[in-house]
């Protein structure tokens, strides 16, 4: 089922939200943009579900004010032939580490964290790290002291020296050699703080120092700070049994390259939640929060960081070391990751960083991530648009996924071209 906006349909629909408060257009600078002409996109998505590449695709885009762009296509579950709709629930994996990071800088605002400082004098675990300098000969890892400290903006940023095993194989190998020897620290850093970039558990160590400095668990704090004030009442660590009947079944390919439905993950009840990971959202409440930070940190009247900060957050921290692209270590989860081959990549406090404009896509100093089920977002400060595009499919950076979200992606922009 599609659940497209023709260009009158989403005009109209813009109309409604705003008078019924549900997307505030008061205090903007920047005019309500009309909505782009989306047939083009449309086209290109449900081919996509008609050659079966993709089980089923929800993807939105907005300006800081309006929608401007909503399609859903083909199935939550191929095998139940469920029909994906726009409120349809799916989980995001590292697409929560965005809210993780705005929750840390909006305790920095406060003065509850700071940025430079060693994170260890909040969380007391990241003090005096061990780094990895290598295996001897009979393959015992080899550690020394970290030179630095860890810091809050080393986290942020993916240059902490924590890095996951999905993408390194040394952290696998360390991590086969610990299960022999449980004297050797859990966590080793893979590289001095400051010195790389490697994606990892950073932000589940953002997230401690969130709940250390709030003196709130995570998912308190998001729905007191983020989600809540934002109305995103579908995102969350739990989802309810309603929530449930709306969600997207993951989808994984056989030898064959069919894709195949997986059974839902229980809902066994817990109470300790990261925030790296692990979180149920929707499309319209996720661009919600792009909205927010595409408009300075201000939206539906909830001021959610200051304008300094956002900027901040988009801003380049790593200097001149390369960042976003991985290695696969277990093919099964992950294929390689190289969004953009060819363009420098770089990291601000939240999100990648495209240096160079995308070719018939968004503008230099764009920002984005993403989660391990194929689910994929950006903000465009420059051209003023975000986006998001959600699916439910193993491998991550799944090949006809990728295709899908380009094709979303270039179809905006040919249609803000044209507009």
């Known amino acids: 089922m599609a659940g497209l906006l023709s260009r009158r349909d989403a005009l109209l629909r813009g109309g409604g939200l705003a008078a019924a408060g549900l997307v505030s257009t008061a205090g903007f600078a920047a005019p309500v943009r009309k909505p782009v002409s989306g047939d083009a996109i449309d086209a290109a998505l449900q081919a996509k579900v008609a050659a079966r590449e993709i089980p089923g695709v929800v993807a939105m885009a907005a300006s800081e004010t309006s929608i401007v762009y909503q399609g859903a296509f083909g199935a939550r579950n191929v095998a139940a032939a469920m029909p994906m709709s726009p409120d349809t629930v799916f989980r995001i994996a590292s697409m929560v580490k965005l809210l993780t990071s705005v929750a840390a800088l909006q305790l920095v605002e406060r ?43 080393n986290l942020l940023t993916h240059t902490s020296g924590l890095s996951y095993p999905l993408w390194d194989p040394n952290v696998v190998r360390y991590q086969k050699a610990a299960r022999a020897d449980p004297a050797l620290p859990r966590r080793p850093l893979m590289f001095e703080p400051g ?95 792009l909205q927010a930070l595409l408009n300075g940190g201000r939206f539906r009247g909830v001021s959610l960081l200051r304008p300094d900060t956002v900027a901040m957050m988009s801003t380049n921290q790593i200097g001149s070391i390369e960042a976003g692209i991985l290695r696969t270590a277990n093919p099964a989860l992950s294929n390689d990751v190289d969004f953009f081959p060819g363009v420098h990549l770089r990291w601000g406090l939240g ?25 994929y977002y950006w903000i465009d400060p420059k051209k003023r648009i975000a986006g998001v ?31």
């Open 389 to 419: 595009i959600m699916m439910q499919i193993l491998p991550f950076v799944d090949k006809q996924a990728v295709v899908a979200y380009r094709q979303f992606e270039r179809g905006i922009y040919r249609a803000l071209g044209a507009a």
């Open 111 to 153: 003065g509850k964290l700071k940025l430079d400082e060693p994170a260890a004098n909040i969380d007391p675990t990241l003090a005096a790290p061990q780094v990895l300098a290598g295996f001897d000969a009979k393959g015992v890892p080899q550690l020394r002291p970290a030179h630095k400290p860890i810091t809050l903006r």
């Open 195 to 289: 010195a790389r970039w490697a994606y990892g558990g950073s932000i589940d160590n953002v997230s401690q120092l969130v709940e250390i400095a709030s003196g709130q668990t995570i998912d308190r704090y998001f729905s007191e700070h983020i989600t809540g004030p934002l109305g995103m009442n579908d995102t969350g660590f739990v989802i309810t049994e309603q929530q449930r009947a709306r969600q997207a079944s993951l989808h994984v390919r056989d030898a064959g390259g069919k894709l195949v439905p997986k059974p839902f993950e229980k809902l066994a009840p817990t109470s300790a939640f990261s925030g790296g990971g692990g979180i149920y959202s929707t499309a319209p409440d996720y661009l919600v929060l």
């Open 351 to 375: 999100h990648m960083i495209n240096v160079d404009p995308v070719r018939e896509g968004r503008a230099a100093g764009s920002l984005t991530w993403a989660g391990l089920f194929n689910t």
